[in-house]
């Protein structure tokens, strides 16, 4: 499943061919991935491997579990049901906070990212879509200026864009639009540095991402 490696670059090149087999479908969603066993396929040491893990579950791309070992992300109804139920506290929160916080030049990347967001909306691909849509909302968790509450939603939400990257890979264009455009009012309420409507705004469209999700799970079921 990998080729061996050089040590040059070791570990962002294993984790960008781990990445990629996640993401390939090769390794499957839940599947345990063991560090001996990947250090012997890739010919690198302990050290390289974890190190690249590391990288991996700060990307939300896989979960380590105490005492169990290291798996790919896996996720229920249930479980993504959670990290709205976070979302709608800290970042409804981080989204005033960015409001209140953000400089010119954020804002201008925040709209540019907006704008990448819509463009792999209209051409219909869910993966670059997922990715300018994660890229989005780390762009506002950066505005805050809280390390604090940014290494928090990184902990708790990039795990739900890492299995959307995984397994939703079919999205309705017409949802993926609709997930887009709902980015333009918050965006607009945060370059106003209007804190209480840019708060205002997330939560209500928190929801409409929320049912865009549970739409693509019942449509997964229905073709499994």
Same mark, same amino acid.
């Given at each position: 499943m990998?080729?061996?490696?050089?040590?040059?670059?070791?570990?962002?090149?294993?984790?960008?061919?781990?990445?990629?087999?996640?993401?390939?479908g090769k390794l499957k969603e839940g599947e345990r991935l063991v560090e001996r066993k990947l250090a012997?396929?890739?010919?690198?040491?302990?050290?390289?491997?974890?190190?690249?893990?590391?990288?991996?579950?700060?990307?939300g791309f896989i979960l380590k579990k105490i005492n169990l070992g290291t798996y790919v992300t896996e996720m229920s109804l249930?479980?993504?049901?959670?990290?709205?139920?976070?979302?709608?506290?800290?970042?409804?929160?981080?989204?005033?906070?960015?409001?209140?916080?953000?400089?010119?030049?954020?804002?201008?990347k925040l709209e540019s990212a907006y704008l990448q967001m819509l463009d792999a909306a209209r051409t219909r691909d869910p993966r670059a879509f997922n990715r300018e849509d994660m890229n989005w909302?780390?762009?506002?968790?950066?505005?805050?200026?809280?390390?604090y509450l940014h290494a928090a939603l990184r902990r708790a939400v990039l795990p739900y864009f890492a299995f959307f990257a995984i397994r939703i $890979?079919?999205? +309705?264009? *017409?949802?993926?639009? %609709?997930?887009?455009?709902?980015?333009?009012?918050?965006?607009?309420a945060i370059k106003a540095h209007d804190a209480t409507r840019a708060q205002q705004t997330f939560t209500t $469209?928190?929801? +409409?991402? *929320?049912?865009?999700? %549970?739409?693509?799970?019942a449509h997964r079921l229905q073709t499994v």
């Amino acid at each position: 499943m990998f080729e061996k490696l050089t040590p040059n670059t070791l570990r962002g090149r294993i984790a960008q061919q781990i990445r990629g087999a996640i993401l390939s479908g090769k390794l499957k969603e839940g599947e345990r991935l063991v560090e001996r066993k990947l250090a012997i396929a890739f010919g690198a040491s302990l050290t390289a491997v974890r190190e690249a893990l590391i990288e991996l579950e700060a990307e939300g791309f896989i979960l380590k579990k105490i005492n169990l070992g290291t798996y790919v992300t896996e996720m229920s109804l249930e479980d993504v049901a959670k990290v709205f139920q976070v979302r709608r506290v800290l970042e409804a929160f981080a989204v005033g906070e960015a409001a209140r916080n953000g400089t010119p030049e954020q804002l201008e990347k925040l709209e540019s990212a907006y704008l990448q967001m819509l463009d792999a909306a209209r051409t219909r691909d869910p993966r670059a879509f997922n990715r300018e849509d994660m890229n989005w909302h780390l762009l506002v968790w950066e505005m805050t200026g809280n390390q604090y509450l940014h290494a928090a939603l990184r902990r708790a939400v990039l795990p739900y864009f890492a299995f959307f990257a995984i397994r939703i $890979t079919a999205l +309705d264009p *017409l949802s993926l639009l %609709r997930d887009a455009t709902g980015h333009l009012p918050l965006l607009e309420a945060i370059k106003a540095h209007d804190a209480t409507r840019a708060q205002q705004t997330f939560t209500t $469209t928190l929801e +409409d991402w *929320l049912e865009i999700t %549970r739409s693509e799970f019942a449509h997964r079921l229905q073709t499994v």
